[in-house]
């Protein structure tokens, strides 16, 4: 059985004109709730993000302050590294003159005496050559005085040759001061090698204790 709308057309059009106005705002407002949606999503998301860079700023802060706080060690470290490259510049070649008085007493000829004694040291220039008889020269020693005999003066020069590290002792001068006691005056200079050169002199550093 057919069915006949008996309304008026200008009843239809204003319900299909409402209808297509409900359906389309009921799009807009789906549309909307989705936006606000991926609003608060988004907003969600950023935040998590700020809170990730903040926490790894303060991580990064903290990271800072341990950094700075071990640059203080490191400086120390360097300074003292500094002052022990200081140090031992300053004790490069060092002569032990305690030792040297220690040997000269060891040596000297029981009828000679000493006047006068004095040590030098010199660090060796650097195109002086090691030897395998002499070593490197790292200073002199001078000694002037009396003895009872020219024979006395004879051997003490040759006790010098003695003394490890003592090399080319020679006299710059020998002459007779009293004919009567047969007493003569001397002079004499011994060169020092490396052998009497400190440890530390040496660069020798040492591991007791």
Do not use: C
């Amino acid at each position: 059985m057919s069915q006949v709308n008996l309304l008026p057309p200008e009843i239809l059009r204003g319900q299909k004109t409402r209808k297509t106005a409900v359906m389309v705002l009921a799009a807009g407002g789906v549309l909307v709730a989705l936006m606000f949606a991926f609003y608060l999503l988004q907003g969600q998301r950023l935040s998590a993000v700020e809170e990730d860079i903040a926490a790894q700023q303060e991580t990064n802060a903290s990271i800072q302050t341990e950094i700075d706080d071990l640059q203080k060690f490191e400086e120390l470290q360097v300074r003292a590294q500094q002052k022990e490259e200081l140090l031992a510049g300053a004790y490069t070649g060092e002569i032990a003159f305690s030792g040297l008085l220690m040997d000269v007493s060891r040596v000297m000829h029981p009828d000679a005496y000493l006047q006068s004694l004095a040590a030098t040291a010199e660090p060796p220039s650097p195109d002086q050559a090691d030897t395998a008889t002499t070593g490197t020269f790292y200073g002199s020693l001078a000694l002037a005085g009396e003895s009872i005999g020219v024979d006395t003066a004879s051997q003490f020069l040759g006790r010098l040759e003695q003394v490890d590290g003592w090399v080319n002792p020679w006299a710059s001068s020998v002459a007779q001061v009293d004919a009567f006691i047969d007493s003569w005056s001397y002079a004499i200079t011994v060169d020092l090698t490396d052998a009497v050169v400190t440890e530390r002199g040496k660069g020798v550093t040492s591991t007791d204790g």
